[in-house]
């Protein structure tokens, strides 16, 4: 009963999670990046990331070192979401992503919001 009861409460939270994650996408995201159709000229669109290739997008130049984890095979999970946002340039040396998102429960919140957006 006890697993139910918090796996219940885990469902409810998240539509509040990603409305927190939309406010900080805006603040901390949304300068360079959009959840528009399309990519706009500083940055890919995240409209539907979760789930998709790294660097797949035909309408955005990636660098070449989002480009080399295309090759490896590459997939913006929710875990590599994660660890790209809380080091972007430690993850993929030689992108041109800067900031990220350090506190974790901003980035759960971040990714829960872009997993809404598709």
């Known amino acids: 009963m ?6 219940v409460l885990a469902l409810a939270a998240s539509p509040a999670l990603a409305a927190t994650g939309q406010d900080l996408f805006n603040d901390q995201c949304g ?18 990331v979760v789930g ?3 660097a797949s997008l035909s309408d955005f130049q990636y660098s070449g070192a989002l ?4 090759a490896k095979g590459e ?23 800067f900031g990220g998102a350090a506190d974790p429960n901003d980035r759960k919140a971040i990714i829960d919001y872009l997993k809404s957006v598709k």
């Open 2 to 7: 006890r697993a139910v009861l918090t796996l």
């Open 31 to 48: 300068e360079c990046h959009t959840v528009d159709a399309a990519s706009g000229p500083a940055a890919p669109t995240l409209k539907g």
């Open 67 to 70: 480009t080399a984890l295309k």
């Open 52 to 54: 998709r290739p790294v």
């Open 75 to 97: 997939v913006w999970t929710e875990a590599t979401l994660n660890a790209f946002l809380a080091d972007p340039r430690g993850y993929a040396s030689g992108t041109l992503m």
